[in-house]
């Protein structure tokens, strides 16, 4: 009885002992082993997250465009409050979205939660969990709102499903007498024609001694818009990239687009443009004077509505279309200086 005792003693203190020594000090850990097999696959690519590194890999790809992005006028000043049904299918990125989805020129309703245009917008995000989840939203060739003409322009559709002209009443017929009414000082083409213009269309072709032409930015930049707006990053995010800018807040001219064609450089691309843009603007001076003179603007040269003769007020749409596609001509400056020039003429 007395050994049982003593042997159940020793073995209960064994026992006690080697739990102690668990509790110490942990050793270091073994090599990482083999990464295990690759998980099934969601159903049609919605549930899985085997593609996820395709787009959100440790290369700061996305934070690199979101980054330029944020600087964009198309995040900061794209006006996107303005969700209601006739302004939101540009304004604002679901509007757009329905917009090339139904091909309305207006929503069924006004947008709730409005966001400005963003990834979703131009690519088709997380709709395959795939590298082509960076396919455009909008690519095929654009039926213009005026006109009814149709561009192709490769990438560049995407922009002007958006920046073209777009009127309220209709513009002038060139060529046939008569006179215009105008109801409102908002009366021309919506802010932001760019691709209207830039492909030779939109504008009051009257007619005069400068013959209508396209210039090489028109026939030869294949993307369009795409290639120069989206030229490689200058100064992190101040032009180029997912800014949209071809030129900095400070004014500083992203060359990289330009110089692919324009081999004699940066500096002589400048000198270009300035030149370009002095003819421009002083061309749209002296068609703001003979409308002054005709009283369709008033001394700051706003719009003065009333009945005017189409001639007159084909003019005013012009000059309003060139002013609000703010390159002063770089965009088309054959066809820009043609529109000016002859409306100038028409008006002597």
Known sequence: MKLNKLFGGLLGLGLALSLVACQTEIGPAGPTGPAGPQGPPGADGQNGAENCVDCHGSNQLITAKMFQWENSVHALGGHYARNTTSCAVCHT???FLERIETGAQVTAATIDDPLPQNCYTCHQIHSTYTQADWALTASDPVTLWEGGETRDIGKGNQCINCHQARIAAGLPVPGVAGTTEITSSHWGPHHGAQGTLFTGAGGYKVAGSTAYANSLHTTLVEDAC??????PV???????GHTFRVASETGT??????VQCHTDG??????QVALTQTEIEDLLAQLADKLVAGGIFDANHELIPGTYDNVLAGAAYNYIFIEEDKSAGVHNAKYVRALLKNSIEALQ
């Open 93 to 95: 990125s679901q509007g």
């Open 226 to 231: 795409i290639t120069c707006h989206m030229a």
């Open 234 to 240: 200058s100064g992190g995010r101040e032009s180029g």
């Open 253 to 258: 001219l992203n060359t990289n687009g330009c």
């Open 266 to 271: 940066a500096n002589a691309v400048k000198d």
